[in-house]
């Protein structure tokens, strides 16, 4: 992966400089990127009645699966085969340019979207970062048209090209701010079970510090989303899977990086399920929106009435249409249900350790209504991560959860990422087994969902596929995802 931001800026020009037509808010982070940018889709759309356009990635199946408008469809083919067509004519010009698959992609994204009738152009771009932020390929718009940089929670990742340690990795990742531009800061605090407990850890030091000192030197405005912990409350004992909770969540007005002066509070009452990602998704998307309509820019603000849309829309006396704004979100392969011949399965994409821990704390709300249940998980995972961390965290014993569990590959090669491999499932199995646990490495995700449903197991029965979300690709390629429960 080369890293840089040359080739894309040159590449822009060539095809007319796309980046330059909308306003946007530019997402990184580390965990709950996509779940944040799926729920601010969500309430543009079906609260505030904007046309808001995202990219994500990875993509699930195609490359157009990560260019969604209209709440979350993926863009129109036609459309989407003009923009790739043209790009790489742009790029292979003259002096070839020699882009990368990712910056391909960002490019074709955004010409994508001026290439759509006008009526149905976005009135706002939501874009997620790719890796880090400093150098990655979608950190290429004017300061005047992003109207809030924000920064979901951090972890550790991607150390071999962001850096060792909390410090680097957040320095790159804020990489996205801009001159005297608006922060919002998603709650740091690490993955908790929900509910939450009564000692809360508190944010790692030196992201807040990395951060702080950023904003400082940028001059920019700071909104922080503090979700709050101890408040979460259960709102369903559900007789479907999963589980809810519901909250009141107290939304700011940005501040400059040193003010002492505590902005004005609102409350927005709030209700998702109860997931890390989508109780962090939600409270950033709605801090988000909250600190853009509100916002006051010290240079000429050309979106000053999208600001004020929002502003009409979102109040806390809203609250009741923004809850089932946000039920209507669409992000799949994130605490997703499906069933698959009469057996519940739970797809997650958790590909860190901060993210499986997420998942677990999930898993044993969701199954903590059974005096017994048996669990099969399908895990597949990419080469070079922490596994031995997630496999920890994933297959901790419970006294009323039997589990077993089936490596498995992804498919490869990964569309527009090569160099993307699948962990070894033989050693992945052997590595299971020594803690005692029933393991198998199988061929395919196809296999070991047979096998799933075949193998005898205690009743009530849940399949869980995580690990990355390039297995949970291969469950919507091969047409697993035909009956959905959420």
Request: hydrophobic residues 45%.
């Amino acid at each position: 992966m080369d890293l840089g931001l040359g080739r894309v800026q040159a590449l822009l020009r060539r095809v007319g400089s796309p980046h330059t037509r909308f306003p946007i808010i530019h997402v990184a982070g580390t965990n709950g990127k996509g779940s944040t940018i799926a729920y601010l889709d969500s309430i543009l759309t079906h609260l505030v009645g904007l046309r808001a356009a995202r990219f994500n990635s990875p993509h699930l199946v195609t490359a157009r699966d990560s260019v969604r408008v209209h709440g979350g469809e993926p863009i129109d083919e036609a459309i989407w085969n003009r923009a790739v067509d043209q790009t790489r004519l742009a790029d292979a010009r003259d002096v070839p340019i020699c882009a990368t698959p990712f910056e391909l992609l960002t490019v074709q994204t955004l010409l994508a979207f001026t290439l759509l009738p006008p009526e149905s152009q976005p009135e706002i771009l939501l874009i997620e970062v790719g890796v880090g932020g400093r150098l990655d390929a979608t950190n290429v718009f004017p300061r005047d048209n992003v109207l809030a940089s924000v920064l979901c929670p951090i972890a550790l990742d991607h150390e071999g090209l962001l850096g060792k340690g909390l410090r680097a990795i957040t320095h790159q990742k804020a990489g996205i701010l801009q001159p005297q531009g608006l922060c919002v800061v998603a709650d740091q605090t690490p993955a908790l079970p929900i509910p939450a407990p009564p000692a809360i850890p508190p944010p790692p030091a030196e992201i807040l510090q990395v951060l702080q000192a950023q904003c400082e030197a940028l001059k920019a405005r700071v909104a922080y989303t503090r979700i709050p912990w101890a408040d979460l409350r259960l709102t369903q004992a559900p007789s479907s899977m999963g589980a809810r909770i519901q909250c009141s969540l107290l939304v700011q007005s940005a501040q400059a990086a040193r003010s002492a002066t505590q902005a004005p509070a609102a409350a927005i009452d709030v209700s998702v399920e109860a997931t890390m990602a989508r109780v962090s998704g939600a409270a950033t998307a709605i801090q988000t929106l909250w600190a853009m309509a509100h916002d006051r820019t010290p240079y000429t603000d050309p979106w000053a009435d999208l600001r004020a849309r929002i502003r009409a829309r979102l109040t806390p006396e809203a609250s009741p249409r923004l809850c089932e704004a946000l039920s209507q979100c669409r992000w799949e392969g994130r605490c997703e249900w499906h069933m698959l011949n009469d057996v519940p399965v739970l797809l997650d994409g958790a590909h860190n350790e901060a993210s499986a821990r997420a998942l677990r704390h999930y898993v044993d709300l969701s199954l903590s209504r059974y005096p017994a249940v048996s669990v099969t998980w399908i895990m597949a995972f990419s080469q070079g991560k922490d596994v031995s961390s997630m496999l920890h965290v994933l297959l901790r014993p419970q006294d009323h959860v039997s589990q077993r569990v089936a490596l498995v590959p992804f498919s490869t090669p990964v569309e527009g990422m090569p160099w993307v491999s699948p962990a070894s499932p033989d050693t992945l199995a052997e590595r299971v087994r020594e803690d005692g646990i029933e393991a198998h490495a199988m061929k395919s995700l196809g296999a070991a969902l047979a096998w799933a449903q075949r193998a005898p197991v205690a009743s009530p029965h849940i399949i869980i596929v995580c690990g990355s979300l390039y297995l949970v690709s291969d469950f919507y390629r091969n047409g697993y995802s035909h009956r959905r429960l959420q």
